[in-house]
């Protein structure tokens, strides 16, 4: 089960940092991911990290702004989103993929969060 936190109603320019706490599985063994849907469009990936040995992915649009990253002994994962645009604006899902390989498919995660709502104002 995941529970994904700290979304919110932000102004252009600023950070949120969004959580996901994993229970249920040994979260250190899977891959973590954050995606993201907005109104009218298709869930498309935000970034991903794998297992304990690194690896991290980032879709270009969000590149030099966001930073995902995990800690596997609190079972939590978390997407710092600095310099936030109304782009931004989406329903941001975080998911673990039971295999330690990286996908930006989003039909390769296994398990969701229930998805938690950005809103950037111009």
């Known amino acids: 089960q995941l529970q994904a936190s700290g979304g919110g109603l932000v102004q252009a320019g600023d950070s949120l940092r969004l959580s996901c706490a994993a229970s249920g599985r040994p979260f250190s063994w899977s891959t973590m991911g954050w995606f993201r849907q907005a109104p009218g469009k298709e869930r498309e990936f935000v970034a991903a990290t794998r297992d304990r040995n690194g690896g991290i992915f980032y879709a270009d649009s969000v590149k030099g702004r966001f930073t995902i990253s995990r800690d596997n002994a609190k079972n939590t994962g978390y997407l710092q989103m600095n310099s936030l645009k109304p782009e931004d604006t989406a329903v941001y899902y975080c998911?673990?993929?039971?295999?330690?390989?990286?996908?930006?498919?989003?039909?390769?995660?296994?398990?969701w969060g229930q998805g938690t709502q950005v809103t950037v104002s111009s």
């Open positions: 998911a673990i993929r039971t295999s330690s390989s990286v996908s930006r498919n989003d039909r390769d995660y296994n398990y």
